[in-house]
RNA sequence: GGUGGAGUCGCCUAGUGGCCGAGGGCGCACGCCUCGAAAGCGUGUGAUGGGGCAACCUAUCCGUGGGUUCAAAUCCCACCUCCACCGCCA
């Protein structure tokens, strides 16, 4: 949720963060009309009720005729504050929902524009050459009897896989690195819920536009989470923390569920878009003037992991009309996928501002300082995607696959070997 | 799933319709006292919206949401959470 003062004072930044989105601006002026007219009924409200309050007290005190004119005098009254009550109140929710479904003002320097004017802004490390033709990662998968797509749909369905084996040594040995380099960053580990009810999942700002990507269980009205987060920054939700202990680190270990609505047809095969994978997630509380810094961090440690696994990518810097409605900024890093000749996203990292933090309520205070609204950000560290560049990457002729240098302690191989 | 008990200001607690505009204690902050400290004494001590340059004023908040009433922490209904016991169970 954006800030409903920062609109009053400052109008031409959200205007312009409308534009760089390719949204309507218009918003801002039905805004303020209805902040007006909300303020203005919430003032009525109030003198009613101060009166009401005063009346109700002297009934108490007078009797005979004076208390029944009184009594009187407080039933109109109190048809009245029901009434004014009603229409604030009614104001105050139009205000909200209007203010809810307006996204994150966007950071100063974010390219302008869609989903195709993201910005490179650095490349890094070789593009493997083969001399063989190289196997694209779910063959690769099948000869070393890592992973099983077939059963995976016979059991659950398209886009599910099992790991398997070296597979499942894989993923497990991955996101071990990742969790003890965060580990070892400060990060407390945490292994989260992964189902969520609808106050948390709203408050975390994933069933807005993200909805229909989200499942959903009838039966118990919970929400499967698509990331932790969502759970790590429900964390904190009403809560008042300590400025002292800022900022304050997690590192969050989960399944994520997403229901890929509306990509059929979309890498198809394979697991590079799947339903269920596991994730190690950054989370970040911060104070707001330290997020832009806080953002570089996490992109730094993101990049951390990706040189550990020794894959050629590249950075970008997301456009503005391509954020998701939280985020104010967001990169990406994306690994060089030989077989497709294309880039494929491994991490994303995003400065939320106090944007999540509002609607989560989740402040700081410092000793004396009223409370204010944290920073929240986010950033990938490892997924089981990374399974794909990885192999697609470090193939070899025979269909070997060589474990980067820095994994093998944690994969307890050194090369993953076709099984015969 | 069943039965019973409980949820009040950071923590503990008082409070059975108007004297609650929520009292007391702990903690914390400041002051007095002291060479310094402890003890003691005094003062202060939440959040949110609105108004105001400000001090301050005002409304709301006693688990959540409804209801009764001129008036609700207090009465009624539903729900949530916690605790205890019973049943089932990885």
């Not at 490179?120 to 992973?147: N, Q, S, W, Y």
């Not at 003890?180 to 292994?191: D, K, W």
């Not at 970008?316 to 890093?333: E, M, N, P, T, Y």
């Not at 986010?378 to 990374?386: D, E, F, P, S, V």
């Amino acid at each position: 949720m954006i800030d409903l003062r920062t609109l009053r004072d400052h109008p031409d930044r959200l205007r312009a963060s409308q534009r760089a989105r390719g949204e309507d601006d218009s918003v801002v002026e039905t805004l303020l009309a209805l902040d007006e007219r909300r303020r203005s009924a919430l003032t009525g409200y109030e003198t009613l009720r101060a009166e009401q309050k005063s009346v109700g007290k002297s009934v108490s005190a007078a009797s005979g005729d004076e208390r029944a004119a009184l009594l009187a005098r407080a039933k109109e009254l109190s048809a009245g504050v029901k009434g004014a009550e009603a229409e604030a109140e009614k104001l105050a929710k139009e205000l909200d929902e209007l203010l809810s479904s307006v996204p994150n003002v966007v950071e100063e320097g974010a390219p302008v524009g869609g989903e195709d004017d993201y910005v490179v802004l650095e490349e890094v490390g070789e593009k493997p050459r083969f001399d063989f033709t190289p196997r694209d990662h779910l063959e690769l998968g099948e000869m070393l009897a890592a992973i099983d797509t077939e059963r995976g749909a016979k059991v659950s369905g398209a886009r599910f896989f099992f790991l398997k084996g070296v597979g499942a040594r894989l993923q497990l040995g991955l996101l071990n690195m990742a969790m003890q380099q965060a580990i070892e960053a400060g990060f407390t580990p945490m292994i989260t819920p992964v189902l969520l009810k609808p106050e948390a999942m709203a408050g975390t700002g994933f069933l807005g536009s993200h909805a229909s990507e989200v499942y959903r269980l009838e039966a118990d009205d919970l929400y499967l989470v698509g990331t932790s987060e969502a759970p790590l920054a429900a964390y904190h939700w009403n809560e008042i923390l300590d400025g002292g202990s800022l900022p304050m680190r997690y590192a969050g270990w989960s399944s994520c569920f997403r229901r890929e609505a509306g990509s059929y047809g979309k890498d198809t095969r394979g697991i590079i878009r799947v339903h269920q994978f596991d994730k190690v997630e950054m989370f970040s509380y911060c104070r707001p003037e330290d997020a832009v810094q806080e953002h570089a961090r996490l992109l730094e440690w993101e990049k951390q992991m990706l040189a550990k696994v020794e894959l050629p990518y590249r950075v970008i810097d997301i456009a503005a009309g391509d954020l998701g409605s939280s985020a104010a900024r967001k990169f990406d890093c994306e690994a060089w996928l030989p077989t497709q000749n294309r880039y494929l996203e491994l991490t994303s990292t995003s400065n939320c501002t106090e944007f999540q933090a509002r609607r989560l309520s989740v402040r700081y205070r410092d000793t004396d300082e009223k409370p204010r609204h944290v920073a929240t950000l986010n950033g990938t560290l490892a997924t089981t995607r990374w399974i794909v560049a990885i192999l697609e990457n470090h193939q070899q002729a025979d269909g070997s696959v060589v474990v980067p240098k820095a994994l093998r302690p944690y994969v307890g191989l050194d090369v993953l070997e076709p099984v015969k």
